[in-house]
């Protein structure tokens, strides 16, 4: 499932901020499609095109303005009447504006220059190919009304229904149980009905004949006795000893984080590079766990998850948002003004992939001398919602790779002579990691 | 002629009678190993109540328990940087130029730093005549994580703010009235401070800045302005020295700065059949005479007799006083020898008396030597003895009104404290220190001053060769250096280092780029380096007149004391740290403790005695040593080989009792005996009750009576004599026949091929090698090697993965003795000649010879390990792999060069060991890349795997070969002499390859068979008949 961050503007998030949704998706799309109906036929009164707005709008200002929140520049929803009203600004300003604010601001218009001063001085881009027609589309797109908050019901019928069937399996379930018992104590009440027809008319019932119990009869043969309880031994020697030897391998670890960060939407839904964020997988031995400023340099312009993501978050119970404000806690970033306040408070991650002290492992050997994917030793990192180690890291399992993976020679000199003599040497074509030497006790232990 | 030569390393070796050198040459150990004490006899066991039984039940239940205990994992945080600073990228370390100028060591090195800490010190090869890192300056990064450092400033003893600091000592400053300001420094060297010190004096006025340094060399100073009108040292090129003459001057160690022994060690690799020629005459051994090819023993009073001499020989003016036939006949065979070498020649000299100083530079002068420099001088000792002198009666006058004290320590360093700390008493002091040591715990104000490594500074090393120092790490605690407080003083905002860049712009730079000197580390200017000196008698001829002073001021009677500074420990600021402590000195070999070095006979005398007891432990004499009524008591004795009869030695540097720890309070302090500033001293030396154990690492590992271990041979034999003289390959005999050990018949193994991608080899240049240490320092901080402690020491537990043998030789074998007799001619060479044969330790050669992992390619090791924890590597590195070893010890015993190192206890957070690893400051200073080894672990060099695997990953991320010079290890990269050369032999351009085909190349043991990686050159002497 790939969702890109378009749907933002499909339905504005703001005001779903506090609602709990179930298995909304279908019903958000329809309530999104007849709001968006509504909305256009609304519309048709002005002169723009909100259509053609909105893509104009997510094409050269969405870089810096949102509809609803103060980002670079400020909020836009209703701009043109806002401006009207409160400062008798019409849209032939509006327009100078756009197109050059730069010099409206040198011209010495007040309003001008005070939100000039507002963002700190920071000037919008001029745009001075924006036709009279787009700037009005834009603005029609601005005007629009916020989607209304999509109250959802406490118990609307289609979010009702997952509950109904797990409620009425469950009294089926009791239902069926009831019976069960029911007919249990019906047989019970028969036979001790017959039971007492049978000594109210004298009647004998047969005993059956005393036969040795299994077990006597089994504890008596002494060999079957041997063979049991050799494979009992052998089998409890075979789980004791998977037992212990899984001891120290946290194959499957997955502790939970301080901050609920989900590898998925990044690294599967977005498909941001590993390398983008573990950049120094590429130089050093460690792979590095990102510093928050780089969590920034996007989460700077996304502090809440699209709908659908959110809804997703809902069935790991998380809230996705809340996380992203976990960040910027932690980094000190101050929404409201879009500044860093300075005070951080550094995450403390549980760290999962932990090699003892006296193994050496480095990164960047693998990742870009041998141009190894990230995911073969850290598994479907892309659809892990919390990251948990893949790989046993044991030594068998590095010797094992060691020995079947060829070294990637191709186009390094450094390879070169060595690979030809030691091909030459061993007679074969492809010369793996462990006839380099990758099995060589101390290129891993000092 | 090399392998028949007698080798020892302890006096105790040359006692025929004695049995544990017996023992040791037969057994591991001295004693049967008291198995009984811990097995318990046949009866106690008996008695016991544990049985057998209930033993193993505990076992089990133990092993049972830990096993279940171990299940669970522990959790482990992992803290990202909020915002990651470009320049650093986790584990990649971050190399930065820096100085070091403590007043003592200057030298312009490399930090290393990973994650923002430094955590060791390299040579910066782009300052070419800043000296190289010695021992000392290599072990100075553990200063920085010094957990007894003063936190911030104090008032007595109660923490103040640095505002507080400021307004209090202002206000103090200015009502001094008029009394003075004094400034009692270190010597800076540094153009910007001294910039700063008289924008001071121009604020405050009635200002004095009075430079001291610990170890004085004001003599030479004084000789020097006087003859050339600057207060400065005339520095010296051994690089252009064929014929060196020393009077006790100590170059090769901390004389006049120290950092002459990278170019003497240049001219002491023979090449077309020359090499230099060095002679030096002095009293205690010290590591220039170990390293002469003819070493004469003298008193100091002879020795100043013999520079006089020396000068009237050289010159043919005429000198008074009389030496004795035998020294004058050497002072005499010198003159001539500098004679013939004319310009090549050069004579340098210790000895702490103006004339002596004015001699030598007339010397120097009349044989217009090559190697004496006399405009770009040396800056780096400035201190002034008179003046610090007139500070004390000053301060003890009520004259001085406020006392700023930097980089520091005269309550311990000044002979007269006593006096001090009176005059400390009328005054308002403060002192910029790092510890609360024994000056500043007694001043009215600590200033927490920052290690060099957290500093910005500048300094002048020698005339017109500059040297940036830069921070490495933010400040660790709240610490302000001087420079910053003087401009807070002098209410200046500039940050100092902008101050710097200033002064530089300004005056130093001459538009070449500040930021390219600060990356450099070095800035070498071209143009002001030859004006500042002006000649003021260079025409006047030399009238002899300092020579005949110095030949009368010579006077001999009773016993003299040569106060000396260890190469570990120099004059003691760094008795804190405890890679120096366990440092063992290349002379005596003796480890944490400062000592009484006396001739046998002198002992003999004096009823005094060295023993070594059973556990190879040294034991001494306890004496008082009395100068001019100034007692200094219970000084352990410790009989010194070389040392001139009648005289005897001690160190400074010890004997610190304040702002260190416990362990580290050893020795005694020798500051009170150096009176007038003068290292010769009149002494008396009385006998005192009880013995001194040394830790003393001599006897530990014995030759096994494998002498061969060292090959040596003279100049001469080298030159006119074939390779199978003077350097042959041992040989067995196969089928009869004499089989060179090399050739595989012989061989007991199948050789490897290694004859496919790198194969390291480590070259030890026996000429070369000075002895100085600074490779294994750099190795303790390369590889998280641990300080073990005193005691451990003593019980051979030490821990260094390199060790620098010190071996004697007396003048030849006994084949040579005979030799000898048989060619005495007349009877005046006679008598001296059998003297010396009779008591070969009076004055032995010295060799040095670094020993480390030789990583054999038929490792003894190996095959004994019953775990496979150590291993062969293609590249021929031995593997050691900790985590496999359980401590057997099987390696160590077959090992015949005897460099294993068992890990006896846990040395790291182990408060029994609380020396650097047992505190989280401490432990910063440990190289992430290597594991720190828990108890029961064997270790042994590993050929720097760390550093040459990572040289293999750069090249291979780089897609490139290898170049040569890339792959080092941490000694052959700390080594400023050249002695220890790196590299892969398979690249048969690279420098090893060929030092390997080089005649002088041997192995050690080469009849064992080992085939070891590591290959030494042949010692060659140039010593004459």
């Given amino acids: 499932?790939?969702?890109?961050?378009?749907?933002?503007?499909?339905?504005?998030?703001?005001?779903?901020?506090?609602?709990?949704?179930?298995?909304?998706?279908?019903?958000?799309?329809?309530?999104?499609?007849?709001?968006?109906?509504?909305?256009?036929?609304?519309?048709?009164?002005?002169?723009?095109?909100?259509?053609?707005?909105?893509?104009?709008?997510?094409?050269?200002?969405?870089?810096?303005?949102?509809?609803?929140?103060?980002?670079?520049?400020?909020?836009?929803?209703?701009?043109?009447?806002?401006?009207?009203?409160?400062?008798?600004?019409?849209?032939?300003?509006?327009?100078?504006?756009?197109?050059?604010?730069?010099?409206?601001?040198?011209?010495?218009?007040?309003?001008?220059?005070?939100?000039?001063?507002?963002?700190?001085?920071?000037?919008?881009?001029?745009?001075?190919?924006?036709?009279?027609?787009?700037?009005?589309?834009?603005?029609?797109?601005?005007?629009?009304?916020?989607?209304?908050?999509?109250?959802?019901?406490?118990?609307?019928?289609?979010?009702?229904?997952?509950?109904?069937?797990?409620?009425?399996?469950?009294?089926?379930?009791?239902?069926?149980?009831?019976?069960?018992?029911?007919?249990?104590?019906?047989?019970?009440?028969?036979?001790?009905?017959?039971?007492?027809?049978?000594?109210?008319?004298?009647?004998?019932?047969?005993?059956?004949?005393?036969?040795?119990?299994?077990?006597?009869?089994?504890?008596?043969?002494?060999?079957?006795?041997?063979?049991?309880?050799?494979?009992?031994?052998?089998?409890?020697?075979?789980?004791?000893?998977?037992?212990?030897?899984?001891?120290?391998?946290?194959?499957?670890?997955?502790?939970?984080?301080?901050?609920?960060?989900?590898?998925?939407?990044?690294?599967?839904?977005?498909?941001?590079?590993?390398?983008?964020?573990?950049?120094?997988?590429?130089?050093?031995?460690?792979?590095?766990?990102?510093?928050?400023?780089?969590?920034?340099?996007?989460?700077?312009?996304?502090?809440?998850?699209?709908?659908?993501?959110?809804?997703?978050?809902?069935?790991?119970?998380?809230?996705?948002?809340?996380?992203?404000?976990?960040?910027?806690?932690?980094?000190?970033?101050?929404?409201?003004?879009?500044?860093?306040?300075?005070?951080?408070?550094?995450?403390?991650?549980?760290?999962?992939?932990?090699?003892?002290?006296?193994?050496?492992?480095?990164?960047?050997?693998?990742?870009?001398?041998?141009?190894?994917?990230?995911?073969?030793?850290?598994?479907?990192?892309?659809?892990?919602?919390?990251?948990?180690?893949?790989?046993?890291?044991?030594?068998?399992?590095?010797?094992?790779?060691?020995?079947?993976?060829?070294?990637?020679?191709?186009?390094?000199?450094y390879y070169t002579k060595i690979h030809e003599q030691l091909s030459k040497k061993y007679g074969v074509e492809q010369l793996t990691a462990a006839q380099m030497g990758g099995l060589e006790c101390g290129k891993c232990h000092y | 002629m090399s392998s028949n030569k007698k080798y020892w390393k302890s006096v105790e070796e040359l006692n025929e009678n004695s049995s544990i050198v017996e023992t040791l040459q037969q057994n591991e150990f001295v004693e049967q190993i008291p198995t009984d004490e811990f097995l318990g006899d046949k009866e106690t066991l008996e008695s016991s109540s544990t049985s057998r039984r209930d033993f193993l039940k505990y076992v089990g239940f133990s092993t049972a328990a830990a096993s279940l205990a171990a299940c669970e994992g522990p959790v482990v945080k992992s803290i990202p940087y909020v915002v990651q600073p470009k320049e650093i990228v986790p584990g990649v370390a971050n190399y930065y130029a820096t100085t070091i100028a403590d007043g003592y060591d200057f030298a312009s090195v490399l930090v290393k730093t990973r994650e923002g800490r430094p955590i060791k010190i390299e040579n910066n090869d782009l300052a070419k005549t800043n000296g190289h890192a010695n021992a000392r300056v290599n072990a100075s990064i553990l200063g920085l994580y010094d957990s007894l450092r003063v936190k911030g400033p104090m008032k007595g003893d109660t923490p103040i703010s640095w505002d507080t600091f400021n307004t209090e000592t202002k206000e103090v400053f200015s009502k001094v009235g008029d009394k003075e300001i004094v400034f009692l420094t270190q010597t800076f060297a540094s153009p910007s401070t001294s910039k700063l010190v008289g924008e001071f004096s121009e604020t405050y006025g009635n200002v004095r800045h009075v430079s001291y340094d610990a170890i004085s060399e004001s003599a030479a100073l004084d000789a020097f302005q006087a003859k050339y009108g600057k207060r400065a040292l005339a520095n010296y090129d051994f690089s252009k020295a064929m014929t060196i003459v020393s009077v006790g001057a100590d170059f090769l160690g901390d004389w006049q700065g120290g950092g002459f022994d990278t170019a003497y060690a240049k001219m002491r690799i023979p090449e077309n059949g020359k090499m230099s020629r060095h002679i030096q005459f002095e009293s205690n051994m010290s590591l220039t005479g170990a390293n002469a090819d003819k070493r004469v023993p003298m008193k100091p009073s002879e020795q100043r007799l013999a520079l006089a001499k020396l000068y009237s020989y050289v010159t043919g003016a005429s000198v008074g006083g009389n030496l004795p036939e035998n020294l004058d006949k050497a002072v005499r065979a010198a003159a001539s020898e500098l004679k013939k070498a004319g310009s090549n020649g050069v004579v340098v000299t210790g000895i702490q008396d103006v004339n002596a100083q004015t001699v030598v530079l007339e010397i120097n002068e009349a044989l217009s030597s090559k190697a004496f420099d006399t405009k770009t001088t040396i800056n780096t000792k400035q201190g002034n003895d008179k003046a610090v002198m007139q500070l004390v009666a000053d301060m003890k006058a009520g004259k001085v009104g406020a006392l700023v004290m930097v980089g520091v320590n005269p309550m311990y360093t000044l002979p007269n404290a006593t006096d001090f700390a009176e005059g400390l008493k009328k005054t308002t002091s403060i002192a910029f220190s790092m510890k609360k040591d024994e000056t500043s715990s007694n001043c009215n104000y600590i200033a927490a001053a920052p290690h060099y490594l957290e500093s910005w500074g500048d300094v002048e090393i020698k005339t017109g060769h500059y040297a940036l120092m830069q921070p490495t790490i933010r400040p660790l605690f709240d610490t302000k250096q001087f420079q910053d407080v003087l401009l807070t003083w002098t209410d200046n905002t500039t940050a100092y280092n902008d101050y710097i860049k200033a002064t530089w712009k300004e005056s130093i730079l001459n538009g070449a780029s500040y930021n390219q000197a600060l990356h450099d580390g070095v800035f070498v200017s071209t143009s002001n380096t030859t004006e500042e000196v002006s000649a003021v008698e260079e025409i006047e001829a030399p009238s002899g007149n300092a020579a005949r002073a110095l030949a009368s001021s010579s006077k001999s009677s009773g016993m003299e004391l040569s106060l000396y500074t260890k190469t570990g420990m120099g004059d003691g600021q760094q008795a804190n740290n405890p890679w120096l402590q366990e440092f063992p000195d290349p002379i005596t070999r003796t480890s944490w403790d400062n000592y009484l070095t006396i001739s046998q006979a002198d002992a003999d005398a004096a009823g005094l005695v060295n023993k070594n007891v059973a556990n190879g432990g040294l034991n001494g004499s306890l004496v008082d040593v009395t100068v001019n009524g100034v007692t200094v008591k219970n000084v352990p004795v410790l009989i010194q080989p070389g040392q001139a009869k009648g005289s005897v030695g001690l160190s400074f540097g010890y004997g610190r009792t304040m702002g260190l720890k416990g362990d580290m309070q050893t020795g005694v302090n020798a500051y009170p005996l150096y009176q007038n500033f003068n290292p010769v001293q009149e002494v008396s030396i009385t006998k005192a009750a009880g013995e001194h154990e040394f830790a003393c690492v001599q006897l530990h590992n014995t030759l096994m009576g494998r002498g061969d271990i060292i090959k040596e041979t003279t100049l001469e034999i080298f030159n006119t004599k074939d390779k199978k003289y003077w350097n042959s390959i041992p040989e067995v005999s196969l089928n009869h026949i004499e089989t060179p050990v090399t050739s595989p018949e012989v061989d007991l193994w199948d050789e490897f091929d290694r004859s496919i991608g790198h194969h390291f080899n480590l070259s030890i240049d026996l000429n070369a090698c000075t002895g100085c240490g600074a490779c294994v320092i750099a190795c303790h901080a390369e590889n998280n090697v641990p300080v073990v402690g005193k005691t451990e020491m003593r019980r051979s537990r030490d821990m260094h993965w390199l060790r620098i043998d010190r071996y004697y030789s007396s003048e030849d074998s006994f084949d040579g003795d005979l030799e000898k007799k048989e060619n005495i001619s007349g009877l005046g060479s006679s008598l001296s000649e059998f003297g010396e044969m009779e008591s070969p330790n009076e004055n032995p050669q010295v060799v040095f010879q670094p020993v480390m992992c030789q990583h054999c390619n038929h490792a003894p090791c190996e095959t004994v390990c019953p775990v496979a924890a150590t291993a062969h590597g293609r590249q021929g590195q031995n593997h050691m792999a900790y985590n496999r070893c359980v401590g057997t010890r099987y390696c160590a015993n077959n090992c015949p060069y005897k460099v294993r190192r068992f890990n006896w206890f846990l040395y790291n957070q182990n408060d029994e060991f609380d020396y650097f690893m047992n505190d989280d400051l401490g432990r910063m200073v440990l190289n992430p890349d290597v594991t720190v080894r828990s108890r029961g672990v064997m270790e042994k060099c590993s050929f720097c795997i760390q550093k040459t695997q990572k040289t293999i990953l750069d090249a291979k991320r780089d897609g490139r070969e290898v170049k040569d010079g890339e792959f080092q290890t941490a000694c052959s990269a700390a080594c400023g002499n050249g002695a220890m050369v790196f590299g892969d032999v398979n690249d048969k351009e690279s420098k090893v390859a060929k030092l390997k085909e080089d005649d002088r190349m041997y192995h050690l043991l080469e009849y064992v068979g080992t085939k070891p990686n590591v290959f030494y050159h042949t010692k060659v002497r140039n010593t004459k008949a």
């Fill in chain 1, 1 to 413: 499932m790939k969702k890109s961050y378009q749907i933002l503007e499909d339905n504005s998030i703001t005001h779903m901020k506090h609602v709990i949704y179930r298995n909304l998706t279908s019903s958000i799309l329809r309530l999104g499609f007849i709001l968006l109906l509504t909305f256009s036929t609304t519309i048709l009164a002005q002169d723009g095109d909100p259509a053609n707005g909105k893509s104009l709008f997510n094409a050269q200002c969405a870089a810096c303005h949102k509809l609803d929140r103060k980002m670079t520049g400020p909020a836009l929803r209703n701009v043109e009447a806002r401006l009207y009203e409160e400062e008798g600004l019409d849209r032939e300003w509006l327009n100078k504006w756009i197109r050059n604010s730069s010099a409206l601001i040198k011209a010495g218009d007040p309003y001008a220059v005070k939100i000039w001063n507002e963002y700190n001085q920071t000037a919008m881009n001029a745009f001075p190919t924006l036709s009279d027609q787009d700037i009005s589309d834009i603005l029609a797109y601005t005007a629009e009304p916020p989607p209304a908050p999509v109250v959802v019901d406490e118990n609307p019928i289609g979010g009702g229904a997952g509950t109904t069937d797990s409620t009425s399996n469950s009294i089926i379930l009791g239902a069926l149980a009831l019976l069960f018992g029911l007919l249990a104590l019906a047989l019970v009440l028969v036979n001790r009905t017959l039971k007492r027809f049978a000594d109210a008319k004298g009647i004998e019932v047969p005993v059956e004949e005393q036969r040795i119990p299994i077990w006597k009869a089994f504890v008596k043969n002494q060999f079957l006795v041997l063979v049991t309880s050799i494979v009992l031994l052998l089998a409890s020697g075979y789980f004791v000893y998977g037992y212990l030897m899984q001891v120290g391998v946290d194959q499957g670890y997955e502790p939970v984080q301080p901050i609920h960060y989900s590898h998925r939407i990044h690294a599967g839904d977005n498909k941001i590079d590993c390398k983008y964020c573990h950049s120094s997988a590429r130089v050093s031995k460690h792979s590095g766990i990102p510093s928050l400023n780089v969590c920034m340099n996007c989460h700077k312009n996304i502090a809440q998850v699209a709908p659908e993501t959110y809804a997703e978050g809902q069935e790991y119970g998380v809230d996705y948002n809340a996380e992203i404000q976990k960040l910027y806690k932690a980094v000190g970033w101050d929404e409201e003004a879009q500044a860093y306040t300075g005070e951080t408070s550094p995450v403390k991650w549980i760290r999962i992939h932990n090699l003892p002290d006296f193994a050496y492992f480095n990164h960047s050997q693998h990742v870009s001398v041998a141009g190894l994917e990230c995911q073969t030793c850290h598994g479907p990192v892309e659809e892990m919602e919390i990251m948990y180690q893949y790989s046993s890291l044991t030594m068998g399992w590095c010797i094992n790779c060691h020995r079947e993976t060829n070294v990637k020679v191709k186009d390094n000199a």
